[in-house]
């Protein structure tokens, strides 16, 4: 059981679908409405994970569009519960890849095969269900993870202002390590932003890539699915950063993350993108990536401006737009040209990151305790009719 004490619990809300609950009702479902601000839970609710744990919510410490952010604490079991739900959603989605792909004897195996001292995926410490007692309707999924410090998006609002070249050839190694991985295990992560990228504070050489929820099994039985246009709903993810091929609704492979993070890099060192004003319009914005995706330098010089433009980051960007659907990446060579970048600027990217992260105020964690014993939760939450029987 994790220690006693104040924790800090993460709550990130899907509104699914909706129908009624308790009638069997025959044909296809009706289309999922979308739910564009998080309604809290009170304090002092408790969640019940599926090893029997419960967590306690004492304080609401901070809220905005994407998560709830609690105080929180391990209570005591006091009697034999189990939660079983629907196989469906987001959150599900999720664990079930974090189950399949990034077990910890998996991760660990991984980093003593390729020399690590540290590799940036989320451990999951526990999931469940749980009711809410003033909405009899809604169940809320949640995953339980160590703390992994704070979203990069945060950081950067905070700072109010464009990260260093340095900084941003040292995220994209940690990405890159992290999408090695996964991809070696079938996966893709396929929504690559900064809100999906956590720093520790307490050691900013821990950079995280979570938020696994439309993650995607691109080479089940080592097989590479096919390429087949709208074969899955077009434009999912954030907008401004996913792949033509989530754009045109294709199953993401492993260019579209490293398209992706290279759509990231742009944003992180001039804040903006051709696209970035359309966000609202899915079709604007595709129309905009699909004028760039084969002309980088015209992409470049719209970003960059009169602004001398980083090699690596130039590099970075002909390798990964050139691959094909299907194609292998050379992860070392990508990975090369970034390191020696650094290399050129005497810097690493096992270093601390060239910007300044600080704890947020109210932080649950001291200066005396490990950051990485504080788990955070992800949670979602749906219709109890649309997820099928549920048993509480």
Known sequence: ???????????????????????????????????????PLPESEQLSDTAGRKWILLELLSQNEAELVYAGEVVPLSSSEETQGAKDGRIFNEQNFLQRAAKPASVEKWKKLNK???????????FGLHADTYRLLWLH??????????TLQSLLEEQGELLSQKAVLQLACHMLDVLEYIHENEYVH?????????????????????????????CPGGKHVEYR??????????????????HKGVGPSRRSDLQALAYCMLRWLTGHLPWSALTNSPSRVAVEKERYVNDVQALLRHCFGKKIVPGAVQLYLSQVMA???????????LREGLQEALKQQGASQHQ????????????????????????????????????GPAVM
């Open 1 to 39: 059981m994790p220690p006693r004490g104040r924790h800090m619990l993460v709550l990130i809300c899907f509104f699914l679908s909706s129908c009624l609950p308790f009638i069997a009702a025959k044909g296809k479902a009706k289309k999922a409405k979308r739910v564009n601000s998080l309604e």
């Open 352 to 387: 601390p990151l060239d910007m300044k992260v600080r704890a947020p105020s109210g932080s649950l964690t001291s200066t005396n305790e490990d950051p990485g014993e504080a788990p955070a939760v992800r949670q979602s939450s749906c219709i109890l009719g649309s997820c």
């Open 141 to 150: 999924r949640f995953l339980i993870f160590p703390n992994m410090g704070r």
């Open 116 to 126: 690590m001292n540290f590799l940036g995926i989320p451990v999951c410490e526990g």
């Open 229 to 246: 246009e709208g074969s899955r709903t077009p434009h999912e993810g954030a907008m401004e950063f996913i792949s033509m091929d989530l």
């Open 323 to 333: 691959l094909q659907y299907t194609e292998q990446p050379d992860y070392q060579q």
């Open 190 to 218: 396929a929504d690559i932003h900064a809100e999906n990228v956590y720093v520790n504070p307490a050691d900013t050489t821990q950079v995280y890539l979570a938020g696994y929820c439309h993650a995607f099994r691109y």
